[in-house]
């Protein structure tokens, strides 16, 4: 161990004269205020008697290259969970003194004037960040172009290729979409699939060959014909309901009957009342289940019996069970009809189907069609059930925005033509 001692004005400078004469591996042994000067060691100036070691093993270190340097020392500044090697160098020895804080070992090295060259310099950070930002922008750059290549990717010949994206695009299901576009490419001859005009019609008609539908209602010939429309709130139930009452007595000319067991708004029966008024037909408002039989039964010589139900959420298993015995305690065969919105996401639809399912319907119909974007999740949905669509709706308009669900012309708005 090779002991020396320095003096200096303050610790931070007796420190900064350490580490440039023993190095950076030299031990802190002691350190003591005293006066210099002065009399009787009186009045003297203060300064700080610092006494360090160097361990006489350790062999002289190679002078560090700069850029070693700039992250050592950026590393002992930047980073305070680790301690400057003067203070940790000092092992258990009796007069070690108190440990020195990290701008203090900062300030010590920065009065070295042949050392400033290595702090990092503004300069350097810069051209570092400026160095990172530039090969991030090559990466990020890099990336967008191979994953734009991945969409572009031709699975597709021709304006097949095409057709496949514009299903897509109307949220047709992607494994759906792709089942279609391969049946035209096997279909069609090679030298037709340029021919955009000829996939459409090919692509619109495979859509309509998917598609089941069965409308409009068929009466009875033994009784009257009953049908519930039930479904999530505010899809359009009464109104429709309104739509087809006012097609069979108008239209049709038959005897229509209304029975509404949504007594769970206030509104509810007077808006269908307002309804059933103008198209002249009766109405019966059924409050306990018992009621609603005796309501039923009371229209049986009408030719179609129409049932409004509350608005009910899938997510509310209560309120389906309140529904379902509603309906299954009449011991009536009672076709129900659900009614999906056509704005509702693909996901929700089959949330809402499942939860439906639970009351058992027969039928579907889309309602606020007008109000869509996109018709894909239409497709999607009536290939992945039984239950055919009966009626689309398109608007609010009683008695007329209603249409029978037709397949080609269903198929033309999901293709998007
Ligand atoms: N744009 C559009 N609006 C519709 C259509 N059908 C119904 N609506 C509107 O949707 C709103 C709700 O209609 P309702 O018939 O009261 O719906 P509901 O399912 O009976 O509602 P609840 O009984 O509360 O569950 C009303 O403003 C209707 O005018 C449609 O096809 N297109
Ligand atoms: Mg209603």
């Known amino acids: 161990m090779k002991y ?19 190095g950076k591996d030299a031990l802190l042994v002691s350190h003591r205020d005293i006066r210099k000067g002065g009399v009787f060691g ?67 090295f920065e009065y070295a004037p042949q050392y400033q060259q290595y702090i990092p310099q503004p300069t350097v950070d810069s051209q570092i960040i400026t ?35 514009r299903l897509i695009n109307n949220d047709v299901d992607k494994e ?40 409009p209602v068929e009466l009875d010939d033994k009784g009257p014909k009953i049908i519930a429309l039930i479904g999530p709130t505010g899809v359009g139930k009464t109104t429709t309901l309104a739509k087809i009452a006012a097609d069979f007595a108008f239209e049709k000319r038959k005897d229509v009957s209304v029975v509404t067991v949504d007594t769970y708004r206030i509104a509810a029966a007077e808006q ?17 289940p018992g009621e609603f039989k005796k309501a039923i039964e009371m229209h049986f010589n009408a030719d179609i019996i129409l049932i409004d139900t509350a608005g009910r959420s899938q997510r509310n298993s209560i309120q389906m069970a ?22 509702t996401k693909y996901k929700e639809l089959l949330d809402i189907v499942e939860n439906f399912q ?16 996109c018709f894909g999740p239409i497709l999607s949905l009536n290939c992945r059930i039984e239950q055919p669509i009966t009626y689309i709706t398109t608007g ?22």
């Not at 008697?49 to 020392?73: D, F, R």
């Open 131 to 165: 160095m990172i930002q530039k090969e991030l922008a090559e990466i990020k750059g890099k990336m967008t172009s191979l994953a734009m290549a991945g969409n572009n990717i031709k699975m597709f010949p021709g304006k097949s290729q095409e057709a496949y994206q």
């Open 322 to 343: 309140e529904l379902k015995a509603f309906i299954d305690q009449t011991g009536l065969r009672i076709e129900n009809y659900l009614l999906l919105s056509a704005t």
């Open 396 to 417: 609010q308009n009683v008695p007329e925005d209603i249409e029978i669900a037709e397949p080609t012309k269903l198929a033309r708005m999901i293709f998007g033509v």
């Open 42 to 108: 009186l009045f003297g100036k203060k300064m700080v008697e610092v006494t360090a070691a160097l361990p006489v093993t350790s062999k002289p270190k190679p002078k560090p290259q700069k850029e070693e340097l700039v992250q050592e020392i950026s590393k002992e500044v930047v980073q305070p969970q680790i301690q400057p090697q003067l203070q940790l160098q000092a092992q258990p020895q009796p007069q070690i003194q108190q440990s020195y804080s990290q701008p203090q070992v900062q300030q010590a």
């Open 176 to 215: 759906l979409a792709e089942e279609i576009i391969k049946r035209v490419v096997l279909e069609a001859p090679p030298n037709i699939l340029e021919d955009g005009v000829f996939i459409e019609g090919m692509v619109t008609k495979h859509i309509a060959s998917l598609l089941k539908v069965d409308g």
């Open 4 to 22: 020396k001692t320095y003096v200096a004005e303050s610790l931070e400078k007796a420190m900064f004269k350490i580490a440039v004469d023993l």
């Open 358 to 373: 639970r009351v058992s319907f027969h039928k579907i119909i889309f309602t606020k069609i007008d109000e869509a974007v």
């Open 272 to 288: 269908l009342k307002t309804y059933t008024d103008i198209i002249g037909v009766p109405l019966e408002v059924a409050y306990f």
